[in-house]
T-cell receptor
Framework: GEDVEQSLFLSVREGDSSVINCTYT??????LYWYKQEPGAGLQLLTY?????DMKQDQRLTVLLNKKDKHLSLRIADTQTGDSAIYFC????????????FGKGTMLLVSP | DGGITQSPKYLFRKEGQNVTLSCEQN?????MYWYRQDPGQGLRLIYY???????QKGDIAEGYSVSREKKESFPLTVTSAQKNPTAFYLC???????????????FGSGTRLTVV
């Protein structure tokens, strides 16, 4: 399989937690990444997780990886209006050099 | 500060013309990439280069060409053969393989190309 799948849209209220989900199909994926894109800008690397980890926490961000189900999630605690953006998950495959494969992105809208 | 610079930010092209998008990085990264972004399509890989004087086609290379004469520079030419060139183009770089932060991409701020 080639695709990285994400839901297209998520809407939350300021102060709530946001959970953005991603599924991937390649069991040889070694690293999985989360990127953020604000309107009209490039992508900014938020965090990444190695495939032998289950969880990684970085301030308000928590990444959960279920390797058995090939499911990745990004939780943003205390979501702020400045978190409104498109979030992409991406995977690198195999142990050697490979390009990243990106999902189509989830648009997060945070309302006051 | 190190970074990756794309220029111009906006570009207008007449049908039948070739245009070249610039991408320069001063991060000393070995690998560089070009992606195309369309609404609802996510990012699609056009070309990538692991080292100077070498590059490979990505998923949608038809109608595009690249060169990698210097480590810092990876220009993309959109030729008249590209049937639907209007899109947002993103350049990225990485240290190379190996995973983790070495493999995470640093992106430029993009060039929006419009065919008029």
């Amino acid at each position: 399989g080639e695709d990285v799948e994400q839901s297209l849209f998520l809407s939350v209220r300021e102060g709530d937690s946001s959970v953005i989900n991603c599924t991937y199909t390649d069991s040889s994926s070694t690293y999985l990444y989360w990127y953020k894109q604000e309107p009209g800008a490039g992508l900014q690397l938020l965090t990444y997780i190695f495939s032998n980890m289950d969880m990684k926490q970085d301030q308000r961000l928590t990444v959960l990886l279920n390797k058995k189900d090939k499911h990745l999630s990004l939780r943003i605690a205390d979501t702020q209006t400045g978190d409104s953006a498109i979030y992409f998950c991406a995977e690198s495959r195999g142990s050697g050099y490979s390009t990243l494969t990106f999902g189509k992105g989830t648009m997060l809208l945070v309302s006051p | 500060d190190g970074g990756i610079t794309q220029s111009p930010k906006y570009l207008f092209r007449k049908e039948g013309q070739n245009v070249t998008l610039s991408c320069e990085q001063n991060l000393n990264h070995d690998a560089m990439y070009w992606y195309r972004q369309d609404p609802g399509q996510g990012l699609r890989l056009i070309y990538y280069s692991q080292i100077v004087n070498d590059f490979q086609k990505g998923d949608i290379a038809e109608g595009y060409s690249v060169s990698r004469e210097k480590k810092e520079s990876f220009p993309l030419t959109v030729t008249s053969a590209q049937k639907n060139p209007t899109a947002f183009y993103l350049c990225a770089s990485s240290k190379g393989g190996g995973g983790g932060l070495n493999y995470g991409y640093t992106f430029g701020s993009g060039t929006r190309l419009t065919v008029v």
